[in-house]
């Protein structure tokens, strides 16, 4: 069993800059890949980044690329998201996820089996 705890979410202005943790628990992280994603009132819930067991290798959003940074630091057991140049359509619920079988279509919900349970992100213009 594999718990994620999200945090570092919060209300920013509009240029603004954020930096949300995820910390892993019950499972080395450095086992598996592993992604955030976000979802805003309404809407589907939507890959925003994603990187490697180990590091090497990361994936964005066309909307967020250049904005964000995935990184981990794996003897902490936590991911990371450093977000910069915050819009207000960048506001939603954030939700680190973890893919312990392996990965597919990175960008898929479905590829991913543990889930944290979500922070806050509100972006003010």
């Known amino acids: 069993q594999v718990q994620l705890v999200e945090s570092g979410g919060g209300l920013v202005q509009s240029g603004g800059s954020l930096r949300l943790s995820c910390v892993v628990s019950?499972?080395?992280?450095?086992?598996?890949?592993m992604a955030w994603f976000r979802q805003a009132p309404g809407l589907e819930r939507e890959f925003v980044a994603a990187i490697s067991s180990i590091g090497i290798t990361t994936y964005y959003a066309d909307s967020v690329k250049g904005r964000f940074t995935i990184s981990r630091e794996n003897a902490e057991n936590t991911v990371y998201l450093q977000m910069s140049s915050l819009k207000p359509e960048d506001t939603g619920v954030y939700y680190c996820?973890?893919?312990?079988?392996?990965?597919?279509?990175?960008?898929?919900?479905?590829?991913?089996?543990?889930w944290g349970q979500g922070t806050q992100v509100t972006v003010s213009s």
């Open positions: 019950g499972r080395t992280a450095s086992g598996f890949p």
């Open positions: 996820a973890a893919a312990t079988t392996g990965w597919g279509s990175i960008r898929l919900k479905s590829e991913y089996d543990y």
